[in-house]
């Protein structure tokens, strides 16, 4: 498996050990607080969305390219709850034809465990991701800017 890139931010941090020069990372613009409207129709989607976007504003990591890829995230953790609930009402093994056999939500919760700790990993939502970010926070109060934008 090939080692995952380093950003340049993070190396900088780190000290450039091999005294290379650096190449600088792009800084796409800020995105405000709107959600996709695909994750707007989602009531549990929408709640993840405004938790997630309330901190990563706060941290300075809320670009408009991130937009989609966490709205993704949020319907993930959606369906994901939505995949426990049943495992845990209905159990992780169904009957089939041929007897017992995993039951189809238990064997979605899986995949869909697996995609949420990919997209944790690659936006920061881990510890250890979150060791190699350099961030500078932008917003004093993300939940101010949020009470403004229902009020």
């Given amino acids: ?3 995952r890139k380093i950003a340049t931010d ?3 941090a780190r000290g450039n050990a091999g005294k ?3 190449r600088d990372n792009p ?3 800020a995105a405000g607080p709107e959600p996709p409207p695909w994750v707007q129709k989602d009531r549990v989607a929408l709640g993840e969305w405004n938790n ?3 901190e990563r504003m706060r941290l300075g990591l809320h670009t408009r390219l991130d937009v989609n890829a966490l709205g993704r995230y949020c319907c993930l953790h959606s369906l994901w709850l939505d995949d426990l609930e049943t495992v845990r009402h209905e159990g992780t093994t169904q009957e089939g034809k041929n007897g017992q056999k995993k039951h189809v939500a238990y064997m979605r919760l ?3 465990d697996k995609a949420l700790h990919t997209s944790d990993v690659e936006m920061g939502g881990t510890p ?3 060791n190699s970010l350099h961030v500078a926070p932008t917003i004093a109060d993300p939940d101010a800017e949020l009470q403004r ?3």
Avoid: C, F, G, H
Wanted: zero cysteines; charged letters at 40%.
């Fill in 110 to 112: 899986i995949e869909v």
């Fill in 1 to 3: 498996m090939a080692r």
């Fill in 20 to 22: 290379r020069q650096l």
């Fill in 52 to 54: 997630q976007v309330a």
């Fill in 27 to 29: 800084k796409p613009a």
């Fill in 128 to 130: 250890k991701a979150r």
């Fill in 10 to 12: 993070a190396k900088r």
């Fill in 149 to 151: 934008k229902y009020d």
